[in-house]
Each structure stands twice: as C-alpha cells, then as structure tokens.
C-alpha cells in the first residue's frame, strides 16, 4: 500500500476530500481483481480508470454483466476480490460487511476499507451491476490499462465500454434522472469522442430501455439539475464549471444534435 502522506499529497494537488483520492486508489486494487470475471466497466468510473486520467473523480463502480449472476455468485466473488485486495495491497477491506441488494436492473453491492480512517470508520465503495439481459452492448468491447497514478505502480488490464457507448448512456441518462454528474460527462465528453459512432447506436439505446426523448421535460428539470450542482461535484473536481454555461451547452448539443423516435 501507498504511504498515506501520498494520499494526503495528492488530495491537497487535487483539491478534493482525502475520502476521495482514498476511495480512487481502493477502485483500482478492487477492479484489478475483478477484471477476471464477465463483468464490463461503464459509466463515470470507465471514463476516468482507462480513458481520461484527469477526468473527475466517481463514487461509485458501475458494470454490466455479460452472462446470468446471482446474489450467491456474487458473494463469492466479492469474498475472493477483497481478500485477495487485502493480501496484495495491504488496504483492509472488511469483507464480512459486503452487502448485496437485488433490484429491477442487476445488483448493488457495498463493500467497506479502511486506509487512513481511525478506529471503526470506513469508507463505501457502492457497485452496480446491471444484468446482462437488462442492457444491450452494441459497440465491441475494449480491453485497457486501468490508469493508476500512485507509486506502487498496479499494472492490469480490464473489460471496458467503448467510450461511445458510455456517452449515449449518459445521454439517455438524462431522460431517466436528475443527476449532475450525467450533466457534466456529456458536456466533458462530446468533443473527444466520435460524434456518428455515438449516435448511430442512441436510437437503439433508448428503444431498450422504453426510456422517451423529451426535451421539454429535461428543460423544466432544470432547477433541479442546478440546486445539485455544487454539492454533487465538490468532491470529485478540482475546479467545477459554470453551471449555466454547461447546461446551456448541452441542451444546445442534444437539440441541433440528437433525433430520437419515441417508440
């Protein structure tokens, strides 16, 4: 394990809450154990472990399965990862205190460490699984290197989206919940992709999911999206952007951009 002055170093560069360059560093050790299993990462955290390095920080770990799992599969397979994490890397995982909850998508699982808290407190990393016959893949699946910045130097591999299928979820995101982060990845995200490979597949992503294009609805959402702004992004960004600037940007992007048939 990283010395933990390491960790309070990086947290002061970076600006964010020790809890958050703690919770990054566990990611990756948890993820390089479960990259062996049919598991795809997606999401914030797929953008940040394996295409942009300096993109903002995620909570949570969110995969899709690519084969049937249950709740007593899991458990073995978290049992195993965060053993064998505690072995290798020296964080304490308590792995008694792993939970898993089944709901109408997959699974989520929570899962305790401790590096540099004191006594009985520990920090969360949250996983959600969504179940392979809950969301479609429609873009090949890559294979890259987590990017680890610390100085123990975690070499390994991982299952990840195309990057353009993260974004159209992201985008279909916004028609589903009020969440800020999906505000900001979209507007952070749309000029460093391909624009048609990204589109050619958001049809077919909303048709999946039953989910209805409807911009009306994400205008008048978007007090909500701003009363989160701050609170929701104050811990995983050095520097956060304009509110008004962003969403104006993106509301821009997805009307000239985006033609969607609700089914």
Known sequence: MIPSLEIRQIARIKGVPLSTIERDYAQNWLLSELSTYPLVLK????????????YRFSDDIDFT????????????????ATKNVQKKSGIYFKCENTNINEDTTGFEV??????????????KIKIDITSYDKEKLLLPINIMKIIHPYSDNLQVDIKVYAIEEILAEKIRS????????????????????????????LQQK?????????IQDLAN?????????????????????????????????????????NN
């Open 65 to 80: 399965a690519t084969k049937d799992i249950n709740k007593k599969l899991l458990n073995e397979w978290f049992d195993k």
């Open 110 to 123: 929570n899962t305790y460490f401790q590096i540099t808290q004191k006594k009985t407190h520990l920090t």
């Open 206 to 214: 909303f048709s999946f999911s039953r989910v209805k294009f409807n």
């Open 43 to 54: 999401g914030g955290t797929g953008i940040k472990k394996v295409y942009f390095g300096d």
């Open 221 to 261: 959402r978007k007090d909500d999206f701003k009363c989160a702004w701050e609170n929701s992004l104050k811990h995983q960004l050095t520097s956060i952007p304009d509110f008004e600037y962003v969403y104006r940007e993106v509301l821009e992007l997805i009307i000239n951009n985006i033609k969607i048939t």
């Open 174 to 201: 916004f028609f589903q919940r009020t969440r800020p982060r999906d505000l900001y990845d979209v507007w952070f995200l749309w000029d460093k992709i391909s624009q048609l490979k990204c589109l050619g597949i």
